[in-house]
T-cell receptor, first 109, second 112 residues
């Protein structure tokens, strides 16, 4: 059974700092997604990563995928308060998404 | 705005009751998946429908059932509600299998 693990589970960081969230998964998959979720809200799609070595960037967020290591990273550059949210990675397995446990990010001044 | 609408947004039920949650999507979205998200957890896959047929099911008991209609709407039915069914229920639709999914805003179900 495919398992998806994220770490850290909780991240409190100061504005302006950099940090990386890690997503490990247990079996091969051809797609990995990153989502953002604000409290009480639905999921907002951030990135879709389709191949080994894929890197995508949007604003202060950059996601990468290493399919050989079964590892994806979400790097945050110069964090701002608006990035405070929970971030999920999700891996495709036979047409369904298997989500990680989520990383709750809090950015403080 | 994803074009996926769920109703109701909030619902309170008592244990043992039955509930129906609804989802409508954009025209041409042939797949719909339902997910359960308990507080502080990631979403868990319930099942998926493709062109009105069930196309995959997660680890949920038979009292969780669904339907997909020709007009791109769908339902999630839960019978004999239990306290642990309290969660945010998300529907996600896509044009075809293996295509990008668009999530609705969810229905927050509380079972008392």
């Amino acid at each position: 059974e495919l398992k998806v693990e994220q770490n850290p589970l909780f991240l409190s960081m100061q504005e302006g700092k950099n940090y990386t969230i890690y997503c490990n998964y247990s079996t091969t998959s051809d797609r990995l997604y990153w989502y953002r979720q604000d409290p009480g809200k639905s999921l907002e799609s951030l990135f879709v990563l389709l191949s080994n070595g894929a890197v995508k960037q949007e604003g202060r967020l950059m996601a990468s995928l290493d399919t050989k290591a079964r590892l994806s990273t979400l790097h945050i550059t110069a964090a701002v308060h608006d990035l405070s949210a929970t971030y999920f990675c999700a891996v495709v397995n036979t047409d369904k998404l298997i989500f990680g446990t989520g990383t709750r990010l809090q950015v403080f001044p | 705005e994803t074009g996926v609408t769920q109703s109701p947004t909030h619902l309170i039920k008592t244990r043992g009751q039955q509930v129906t949650l609804r989802c409508s999507s954009q025209s041409g979205h042939n797949t719909v998946s339902w997910y359960q998200q308990a507080l502080g957890q990631g979403p868990q896959f319930i099942f998926q429908y493709y062109r009105e047929e069930e196309n995959g099911r997660g680890n949920f008991p038979p009292r969780f059932s669904g339907l997909q209609f020709p007009n791109y709407s769908s339902e999630l039915n839960v019978n004999a509600l239990e306290l642990d069914d309290s969660a945010l229920y998300l529907c996600a639709t896509g044009e075809d299998l293996n295509e990008k999914l668009f999530f609705g805003s969810g229905t927050q179900l509380s079972v008392l």
